[in-house]
């Protein structure tokens, strides 16, 4: 009997090649598909064909945590604490800000990038006081601050609308928005790891709201504990569809679940393996044709796999991330920070040229002799 030839990334290169957009069937069957090599090689053909060059982005950014109390109860986060718990903390703008001037003169970072818990016990002060103390003592460094889910919570603390947040928080100093809270956005998963979290519908409101005011965004998805492919492909499609309608996304980061110290770990959940996180970044690539950066998030990934994903179809690394807590928390084992020498080796390493960027992707130092 003659061997059965799947001609499923022929037919998924024919559509990339003349430059058609894939469809929903076209995103499940590259995830069904068990040819890795040949799906990184189609996802790097699809970036270059996009527009893409041999320069993979970095940032110099400091990640930071004002609390990590939280009302709500994700069932697979292992960062948030309730007020009464012993780890729990919340730093007074005065206080946080100190901390990051001291930070600022040890590190020449150009970007702030901070999500918290939502905490109940705050107001809406809280934040766009932070934010305008930033601002005021550091005025030259880019602040991409708080999810959507973090924007709602606002909304809830002040009886604010969405716009009207956004608006106190961009006249405070506020330059985008972080794209944590997305998780998974079909209802059944919801329901299943987070549901006391709003809808996905209001993640949604929230940066279609930011991008027609002029503050972009990022957007994720974090993938590996009880999602489908469908549901994953639905997820990249939503993203794709928002896209088109105010291009505000600067970056998609794909988040590999990490389950230690969550309820999943005692279910026997694992981490992701190296092969399932090059995967979501290659179909993330062919089917995102809108976004133009896709991050390989070394943090989550470790930083062998994301220099192998810059084969795969991501462009960039990332960044110092100096603090990191959340992946940590969840029994990351691949550090907090990486140098930028040791950023630039790695890039090079992969046959990639290194870019410093800043968090709007413009170009600061560049490495290609």
């Given at each position: 009997?003659?061997?059965?030839?799947?001609?499923?990334?022929?037919?998924?290169?024919?559509?990339?090649?003349?430059?058609?957009?894939?469809?929903?069937?076209?995103?499940?069957?590259?995830?069904?598909?068990?040819?890795?090599?040949?799906?990184?090689?189609?996802?790097?053909?699809?970036?270059?064909?996009?527009?893409?060059?041999?320069?993979?982005?970095?940032?110099?950014?400091?990640?930071?945590?004002?609390?990590?109390?939280?009302?709500?109860?994700?069932?697979?986060?292992?960062?948030?604490a309730t007020q009464k718990q012993?780890?729990?903390?919340?730093?007074?703008?005065?206080?946080?800000?100190?901390?990051?001037?001291?930070?600022?003169?040890?590190?020449?970072?150009?970007?702030?990038?901070?999500?918290?818990?939502?905490?109940?016990?705050?107001?809406?002060?809280?934040?766009?006081?932070?934010?305008?103390?930033?601002?005021?003592?550091?005025?030259?460094?880019?602040?991409?601050?708080?999810?959507?889910?973090?924007?709602?919570?606002?909304?809830?603390?002040?009886?604010?609308?969405?716009?009207?947040?956004?608006?106190?928080l961009k006249a405070a100093g506020?330059?985008?928005?972080?794209?944590?809270?997305?998780?998974?956005?079909?209802?059944?998963?919801?329901?299943?790891?987070?549901?006391?979290?709003?809808?996905?519908?209001?993640?949604?409101?929230?940066?279609?709201?930011?991008?027609?005011?002029?503050?972009?965004?990022?957007?994720?998805?974090?993938?590996?504990?009880?999602?489908?492919?469908?549901?994953?492909?639905?997820?990249?499609?939503?993203?794709?569809?928002?896209?088109?309608?105010?291009?505000?996304?600067?970056?998609?980061?794909?988040?590999?679940?990490?389950?230690?110290?969550?309820?999943?770990?005692?279910?026997?959940?694992?981490?992701?393996?190296?092969?399932?996180?090059?995967?979501?970044?290659?179909?993330?690539?062919?089917?995102l044709d809108n976004i133009e950066?896709?991050?390989?998030?070394?943090?989550?990934?470790?930083?062998?796999?994301?220099?192998?994903?810059?084969?795969?179809?991501?462009?960039?690394?990332?960044?110092?991330?100096?603090?990191?807590?959340?992946?940590?928390?969840?029994?990351?084992?691949?550090?907090?920070?990486?140098?930028?020498?040791?950023?630039?080796?790695?890039?090079?390493?992969?046959?990639?040229?290194?870019?410093?960027?800043?968090?709007?992707?413009?170009?600061?130092?560049?490495?290609?002799?």
């Amino acid at each position: 009997m003659a061997a059965v030839v799947d001609n499923t990334l022929d037919l998924v290169r024919e559509k990339v090649e003349a430059g058609e957009r894939l469809d929903f069937d076209d995103g499940l069957a590259l995830l069904e598909s068990d040819d890795l090599l040949a799906l990184g090689e189609l996802a790097d053909l699809a970036r270059r064909l996009r527009g893409g060059d041999d320069r993979v982005y970095f940032i110099q950014n400091l990640y930071l945590y004002q609390t990590n109390v939280c009302r709500v109860k994700c069932k697979f986060c292992a960062f948030a604490a309730t007020q009464k718990q012993a780890h729990a903390y919340t730093t007074s703008p005065d206080e946080f800000v100190a901390e990051v001037v001291a930070d600022r003169q040890q590190i020449p970072f150009t970007e702030v990038h901070m999500v918290n818990g939502e905490s109940p016990h705050v107001g809406f002060d809280f934040y766009r006081d932070t934010i305008a103390k930033l601002h005021e003592a550091l005025p030259d460094v880019f602040l991409k601050c708080y999810t959507a889910s973090e924007i709602h919570h606002m909304t809830t603390l002040s009886g604010l609308s969405h716009e009207e947040v956004l608006r106190e928080l961009k006249a405070a100093g506020l330059g985008a928005l972080t794209g944590g809270g997305a998780e998974v956005f079909a209802d059944r998963v919801r329901r299943l790891v987070a549901p006391g979290k709003e809808h996905p519908d209001i993640w949604f409101h929230v940066h279609d709201t930011a991008h027609r005011l002029g503050i972009p965004t990022h957007c994720t998805l974090l993938y590996g504990h009880v999602e489908t492919y469908e549901e994953r492909v639905d997820h990249l499609l939503r993203l794709r569809e928002q896209q088109d309608k105010t291009g505000g996304f600067l970056a998609f980061i794909p988040l590999a679940f990490h389950p230690e110290n969550t309820v999943f770990e005692r279910r026997g959940f694992k981490f992701q393996t190296g092969v399932a996180d090059l995967k979501m970044l290659a179909v993330s690539r062919l089917l995102l044709d809108n976004i133009e950066n896709i991050k390989a998030y070394w943090i989550s990934l470790t930083m062998p796999v994301a220099q192998v994903a810059l084969h795969f179809g991501a462009n960039d690394v990332q960044g110092t991330l100096v603090r990191e807590e959340i992946f940590r928390a969840a029994g990351s084992k691949a550090g907090t920070e990486q140098k930028l020498d040791e950023l630039v080796r790695v890039v090079r390493a992969a046959g990639r040229i290194p870019v410093q960027r800043d968090t709007l992707y413009n170009e600061l130092r560049r490495w290609d002799d």
